[in-house]
């Protein structure tokens, strides 16, 4: 795996003198996504925020998928990980991580960019609108993919959660809708721009959208009502970590006044619940007062500011970012209540799983399914996947 070094990757100047108020390692490590990523180049402008405030040398190392991104964290070869919403598949033990050398994860999570300006949501050509009724795309809805091509990816069970999410926000299930199988991300969005699919899931920001948008086939993002309760329970009963959000990047949207939509946290910094507190305290406190040295750098990235940080959110804050959260004023006894109910869910996830271990079922996926839905149930806990 690469290792990039952020003193040699990106030098920000700044005419502005800062001073660190924090104390970390002369080196920190983070897992991030593959370069060139929107999460790899704001940790790449972070890690330069970093080098000039405090002399702190952050190196990445580039992971292509969730497994990736997690698997040196878990090893211990790096401090932190700035991760998807694989994080969330780690807590839960489900997918990729729900076979029997993973299981459920006792993460914890330091901060996220949830205010960056982008959405996330399947994205339509704006040609399959006319298939669908509507060939201007005044009105087009999520239930409007019935009866449309919506891209599968092989081998990637959190974007396919995304879509299936969509659909049931529609009202709509993977029988209403023709499943069209591709090798990647970026294999899908090619088949839109080329005409073998109709609808792919992406972050709205996301290089391929541009691409899709500029197309002949062109691109819609299908309204989204943040009144329609009903629609939204379905849609978090499929990805419980998705919140309302105005977008105001993206595709067909830059340049607007934003429109309505939803989407989660993208990067999410985490690392375990073992983790030591004073680290994570600094790591914390260093990503949130930089904020002056590294906003404005790459798009986007100004959404890891403190104001937009979501502290009733799906996974729990580590012991030492709430010890900074408490400095700041912004930690209440709701957010400490919600955050030790999550954190007893992923103690009855850890039991659930110990006690399956002891049990050594034939066919592991199946009894751990089954094993963890009742675990959750009988704690009186949402259950999804």
């Not at 704001?42 to 000039?52: D, R, S, T, Y």
């Not at 080329?194 to 993002?221: H, I, K, M, Q």
């Not at 993208?266 to 305290?281: F, G």
Request: charged share 20%.
């Amino acid at each position: 795996m690469r290792i990039a070094t952020l003193a040699a990757a990106m030098c920000l100047a700044t005419s502005t003198a800062f001073a660190a108020d924090f104390t970390l390692p002369k080196q920190v490590a983070w897992t991030a996504y593959g370069t060139g990523s929107a999460g790899y180049n704001q940790a790449v402008a972070i890690g330069a925020a970093l080098q000039e405030a405090a002399g702190v040398n952050l190196r990445i190392l580039p992971g292509q998928n969730d497994i990736a991104r997690m698997e040196p964290l878990r090893q211990g070869k790096v401090e932190f990980s700035a991760n998807g919403i694989g994080v969330y598949l780690a807590q839960e033990g489900v997918l990729a991580f729900g076979g029997q050398t993973w299981g459920p994860q006792k993460i914890r999570l330091l901060a996220s960019n949830i205010g960056g300006g982008f959405a996330m949501s399947l994205g339509v050509a704006r040609e399959a609108c006319e298939t669908a009724g509507k060939p201007d795309c005044k009105g087009f809805t999520y239930a409007d993919l019935k009866g449309l091509r919506v891209a599968w990816i092989k081998g990637a069970p959190a974007l396919n959660t995304n879509s299936t999410a969509w659909l049931a926000y529609g009202g709509l299930t993977w029988d209403d809708v023709e499943k069209v199988e591709f090798g990647g991300f970026a294999a899908s969005w090619k088949g839109l721009v080329e005409g073998s699919v109709d609808a792919a899931f992406a972050v709205t920001n996301a290089g391929n959208c541009y691409e899709a948008a500029s197309s002949p086939r062109g691109l819609v993002w299908p309204q989204f009502d943040p009144d329609d309760e009903a629609a939204f329970k379905r849609l978090l009963a499929v990805a419980p970590y998705y919140v309302k959000v105005h977008a105001t990047t993206g595709a067909n949207i830059d340049g607007t006044d934003g429109r309505e939509m939803a989407g989660y946290a993208y990067p999410i910094l985490i690392n375990y619940e073992t983790s030591d507190a004073d680290l994570a305290y600094n790591m914390t406190k260093a990503v949130f007062e930089l904020l002056p040295l590294y906003e404005g750098k790459v798009p986007g990235i100004d959404g890891w500011a403190l104001k937009y940080q979501k502290l009733d959110w799906v996974i729990p804050y580590h012991e030492g970012a709430i010890r900074y959260f408490k400095e700041a004023g912004v930690w209440t006894d709701a957010a400490q209540a919600h955050n030790d109910r999550l954190v007893a869910r992923q103690d009855t996830l850890a039991k659930a799983w110990a006690e399956l271990e002891a049990q050594a079922p034939e066919d592991w996926n199946e009894a751990w399914a089954a094993k963890r839905r009742e675990a959750l149930k009988a704690g009186g806990f949402e259950v999804a996947f």
